[in-house]
């Protein structure tokens, strides 16, 4: 997976219209059946026609017989049909799940680095929304709406006034399906948006439950929640009511022009221009040809969902197209270089990083250190290409790690964050990042990490699960398995973000013990600390004061001019941005 925007050409299909264009063949089944199945409608009001007109004229029983016994199988072969079809649609729906299920959730996962507010389970739903409406009866509306000016041809064959009453019936009935969509478009569009936004808000604030039962800020979340709810609500009545007026007039319309089709059959048969099985078959047939319009305005509301969930797709899988294809380039050493880098947190204007250049050969550790809001998270975020440098680059090997497909570059790095995220599930697969587990490497890794006793003290040891159901684990555990996960499988480059911010004096002498085995295994570190103790155990340092490099060099250097302030940091805050910052001979 590459976690960067879509390269499509502009002219090209969507992934979403793809998937449904490779179900054009079993479209074309449902098409093929519907024709067969529309054919098969007439059956009924052609036995009616010749039980009226024939069988009670002639009092023939024999003649009853046969017509029931045909009719009876037309109607046994139009259900088959009518099964079949909707079965094909099943399984249409279930390709394309399987066909974009996965390229969904990645372009969500792609969607939330770039934009970590953004609604992340939305997607989903959405494409539940597409598969659910094309498993629906919505779809056959379409299928059979081609089939209605048939059917009122047919009843003007039988008599021009008959015709005249049906196609008045079908172009009010054709109106009312308009009206539909203008009253209910924007009121339901309105909603959505609104529910959407209430949902995204319900779902970050129940991230952080504990503070707001801690500090009473329940009802004031839930007052701002409820606002955006109850106009989402309110917007859906409107156009649930408007839908079900429409609704019930469409009814009545259709069962008006039934009704009229019998009156005038009735009064033509009168008058001796039909028979009373013409007006019985054409009072049929006009039912059926109204029936796509009926079915399409009272599924119209799913339709609407439907295609704004489409719309969302559509323009979630062109923006982050990740299906793309990349050579694979061999693992890397270790050797990092960046390269005037400028950074922009998604979602913001100010750039938190400015300018900042520094290299570290294979093998080498660096301590990143500076005040709080200096850029050290953003610039850690950088290193591992999980957010893209507004200008500038940082490179793995000479290769830029964000373009570098991280499917790929992901088993050569190891990463711990600042806020460390335990998965649903044992420990042994969090350790071993969910792939397949290593029982050697997963123990190696968790002996590194100085958490292998811990682990076997829980009460399932590394088959313990965690999560849902499991065990709670505390933030130094959390914090250990996490830098576990870190080093699993011998990765060439660490970034590790605050790693002892949580450890006792136990946890922070095993995390030692860790970098100085990852330093004989020429790993290249980079650690982000507040604790001086750290210090000691790297090879060079870089302070970094709002977003620009304040120092960079050996560690014996760099100390030294930590514990001894001079007045040089003056002199180089006049320096370019990206010109890098050391004491006279530091090392680059």
């Not at 974009?100 to 389970?121: C, E, H, K, Q, T």
């Not at 330093?519 to 570190?525: F, M, N, Q």
């Amino acid at each position: 997976m590459k976690i960067i925007g879509s390269n499509r050409p502009a002219g090209a299909p969507s992934p979403l219209r793809q998937a449904l264009q490779k179900s054009a063949r079993a479209f074309g089944y449902v098409g093929v059946f519907s024709f067969f199945v529309n054919l098969l409608m007439l059956a009924s009001p052609i036995y009616m026609l010749q039980v009226y007109d024939r069988v009670l004229t002639a009092r023939s029983e024999a003649t009853l017989l046969y017509l029931s016994i045909i009719i009876a199988a037309m109607m046994m072969v139009m259900a088959m049909l009518e099964v079949i079809r909707s079965r094909v649609l099943v399984r249409v729906s279930g390709k394309m799940e399987q066909e974009l299920g996965s390229r969904v959730f990645d372009a969500i996962f792609a969607l939330n680095l770039r934009m970590p507010a953004a609604n992340r389970s939305q997607s989903l739903r959405d494409l539940d929304n597409v598969r659910q409406f094309i498993t629906s009866q919505g779809p056959f509306a379409f299928f059979d709406a081609p089939w209605a000016p048939i059917f009122i041809g047919i009843v003007c064959l039988m008599h021009p006034l008959l015709g005249v009453v049906a196609l008045g019936g079908a172009i009010i009935l054709f109106a009312l399906a308009y009206a539909t969509e203008v009253v209910t478009k924007k009121p339901l569009s309105e909603a959505n948006g609104h529910a959407l936004r209430a949902t995204a808000f319900a779902e970050a604030s129940l991230k952080n439950s504990e503070v707001l039962a801690a500090m009473g800020m329940l009802s004031g979340i839930r007052r701002r929640w409820r606002s955006s709810q109850d106009r989402a609500m309110l917007l859906q009545a409107i156009a649930s009511d408007n839908a079900g007026f429409i609704g019930a007039l469409t009814k009545f319309t259709r069962l008006a022009v039934q009704s009229a089709i019998l009156g005038v059959g009735a009064y033509l048969a009168l008058e001796n221009e039909i028979t009373p099985g013409v007006m019985i078959a054409s009072s049929i047939i006009m039912g059926r040809g109204l029936a796509p319009v009926e079915q399409a305005i009272g599924s119209w509301k799913m339709f609407v969902s439907a295609r704004g969930a489409y719309t969302r797709l559509n323009e979630l899988l062109r923006t982050f197209d990740t299906d793309k294809e990349t050579m694979e380039l061999p693992p890397p050493q270790g050797n990092l270089a960046v390269e005037r880098v400028v950074a922009v947190p998604p979602g913001g204007n100010t750039p938190t990083i400015k300018g900042v250049s520094f290299s570290l050969v294979a093998g080498e550790s660096l301590a990143l250190v500076g005040p709080s809001a200096a850029g050290k998270s953003t610039l850690a975020r950088l290193l591992v290409g999980v957010w893209s440098a507004h200008s500038g680059s940082v490179r793995l090997d000479g290769a830029d790690v964000f373009a570098w497909n991280h499917e790929q570059l992901g088993p050569h790095i190891g990463y711990l964050p600042q806020d460390v995220e335990i998965f649903d599930g044992t420990i042994k697969e969090n350790i071993a990042r969910f792939g397949e587990v290593d029982p050697v490497k997963v123990v190696e890794a968790a002996q590194l990490a100085g958490v292998h006793e811990m682990i076997l003290r829980l009460p399932n040891g590394y088959d313990t699960l965690i999560g849902p159901g499991g065990i709670a684990l505390s933030g130094g555990q959390r914090q250990r398995l996490g830098l576990a996960r870190a080093v699993y499988g011998d990765p060439r480059f660490l970034v590790l973000d605050e790693p002892n911010s949580n450890l006792d004096s136990e946890g922070e002498a095993a995390l030692v013990q860790g970098l100085a085995k990852l330093r004989e295994r020429k790993v290249t570190v980079v650690l982000i600390s507040h604790r001086p103790s750290i210090m000691n155990h790297v090879d060079k340092i870089l302070v970094l004061r709002d977003g620009l490099v304040e120092m960079f060099g050996p560690k014996q250097e760099v100390l030294a001019r930590l514990t001894r302030p001079v007045a040089q940091p003056q002199v180089q805050q006049q320096q370019p941005p990206g010109q890098i910052a050391s004491p006279a001979g530091a090392g680059a």
